[in-house]
């Protein structure tokens, strides 16, 4: 039995973390094949050293010259290496290009293909990530499904192979990190915040800030907040895609929001626990929201994450600065925070591995 564990951004690091650290733990024979599609060291290299993963076996360096045939030239790249490499099951997870390529690489040569994150769904086909998540699942032959509602939706599909609820790996990935982060990282001192005395922020889909009025609109919003708030201020960790857009654009950004660089996921997940809200349009974002019991507003039309909306966690918006100000009020008024995070246990990545090695199924 041999995996092939396919990644190329930041979040599928991230979240394949524990998977990687299962096989190794467990001594099954695996590869790590990188697309390369996040290349800069903020992105990619500093979390296979901030969690102590070995390097990647092959990286294809996709992402550096980004061209209308990049998926394309993963796909033919990722087959290239399977050839050579013959796994018995190649595992991508998520909805971006890489996870495309990899499932579209591995199916055509015959190869088993393992989904992580199977059945989410945002019914809004204008985002390339859902079309990337549907087309993978239908190619797929073993669905993780990380909630009930993911797997209803793919049971909707009549998808009719193996579908296991698997919770998913982010649990694992923060409940393994999060005290070794509270030792390890000083970024509350550094950038001298106070628990629960600001806002975060993070913002990067495509649909959000290729658009000049949406990434104005959104920051308004944070910035009417702000005000309203006058001790808060909010930081925002730019993401590389978002960085362009603003000098493209020639927009100013409010004096009440600070730009820093990305940070590790350590660092991340401190001013995450430590914020009074999160902005953010990030997927895995609305998860570590739930996950910390941080308040969560979401800079976005519509989620494939339902869940985290229940009971208030996480309040919808769009880019509509009012809708943003108002959904800030609804978490200022809150008293208590009991929520229950929807993404599983923490055992995610052990199901995941003893379902692909045919152990024994471990309960949900
Ligand atoms: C990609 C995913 C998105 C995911 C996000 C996670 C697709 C279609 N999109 O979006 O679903 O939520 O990753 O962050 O797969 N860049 C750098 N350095 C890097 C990476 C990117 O400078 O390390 C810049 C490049 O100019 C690049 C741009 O960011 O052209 C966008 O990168 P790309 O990988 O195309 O998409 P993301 O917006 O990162
Ligand atoms: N993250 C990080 N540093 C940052 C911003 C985000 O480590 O400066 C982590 C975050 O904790 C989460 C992941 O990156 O685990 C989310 O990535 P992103 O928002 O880029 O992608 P998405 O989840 O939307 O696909």
């Given at each position: ?12 690091i ?6 990687i ?6 001594k099954?024979p ?25 390097p990647p076996q ?15 030239v993963?796909i033919?790249?990722?087959?290239d ?11 991508v ?6 996870v ?5 690489a ?15 769904r ?7 990530e859902?079309s990337?998540?549907i ?22 599909e ?11 790996t982010?649990?694992?990935a923060?409940?393994?990190n999060?005290k ?9 001192t ?10 975060l922020?993070t913002?990067h ?13 959104i ?12 001790h808060y201020?909010t930081?925002?960790?730019?993401h590389?895609?978002t960085?362009t ?9 409010p ?11 350590l660092e991340?997940l401190?001013?995450e626990?430590?914020a009074?809200?999160i ?8 998860e ?7 308040p ?11 869940e ?10 769009g880019?509509?600065p009012d809708?943003i100000?108002t ?20 055992k995610?990545?052990e199901r ?12 949900v």
């Amino acid at each position: 039995m041999k995996l092939a564990i396919i990644i190329g951004t930041r979040p599928e690091i991230i979240k394949m973390s524990p998977i990687i650290r299962c096989c190794v733990r467990n001594k099954i024979p695996h590869l790590i094949l990188h697309t390369g599609q996040h290349y800069s060291f903020a992105m990619d290299r500093i979390f296979f050293k901030e969690l102590d993963l070995e390097p990647p076996q092959y990286n294809l360096k996709s992402g550096e010259k980004t061209s209308s045939n990049q998926l394309k030239v993963m796909i033919n790249n990722i087959k290239d290496i399977l050839v050579h490499e013959k796994p018995d099951i190649a595992i991508v997870q998520g909805d971006t290009n890489s996870v495309l390529a990899g499932a579209v690489a591995a199916k055509n040569l015959g190869i088993l293909v393992g989904h992580h994150e199977a059945g989410l769904r945002s019914h809004d086909l204008n985002m390339i990530e859902e079309s990337n998540r549907i087309i993978t699942d239908h190619l797929s032959d073993y669905l993780f499904a990380p909630t009930k509602e993911a797997v209803k939706n793919l049971e909707l599909e009549k998808i009719n192979k193996l579908i296991i609820l698997s919770g998913n790996t982010i649990v694992d990935a923060v409940l393994e990190n999060v005290k070794f982060a509270k030792k390890n990282s000083n970024i509350m001192t550094q950038l001298k915040l106070k628990k629960k005395n600001y806002f975060l922020l993070t913002c990067h889909r495509a649909e959000n800030v290729d658009s000049k009025d949406r990434l104005e609109a959104i920051l308004k919003g944070v910035e009417k907040a702000g005000r309203k708030y006058r001790h808060y201020k909010t930081i925002f960790p730019i993401h590389p895609r978002t960085e362009t857009r603003i000098q493209q654009f020639s927009l100013k950004v409010p004096e009440n929001i600070t730009i820093i660089k990305p940070l590790g996921f350590l660092e991340f997940l401190q001013l995450e626990e430590g914020a009074k809200i999160i902005f953010t349009d990030s997927g895995g974002l609305q998860e570590e929201a739930c996950i910390l019991k941080t308040p969560c507003i979401t800079v976005r039309d519509n989620t494939e994450r339902p869940e985290t909306l229940k009971d208030g966690m996480n309040i919808l918006t769009g880019a509509d600065p009012d809708k943003i100000e108002t959904a800030v009020e609804d978490h200022m008024k809150r008293t208590t925070v009991n929520w229950i995070n929807p993404f599983g246990d923490g055992k995610a990545s052990e199901r995941i591995i003893s379902t692909l090695t045919n152990q024994k199924k471990l309960p949900v």
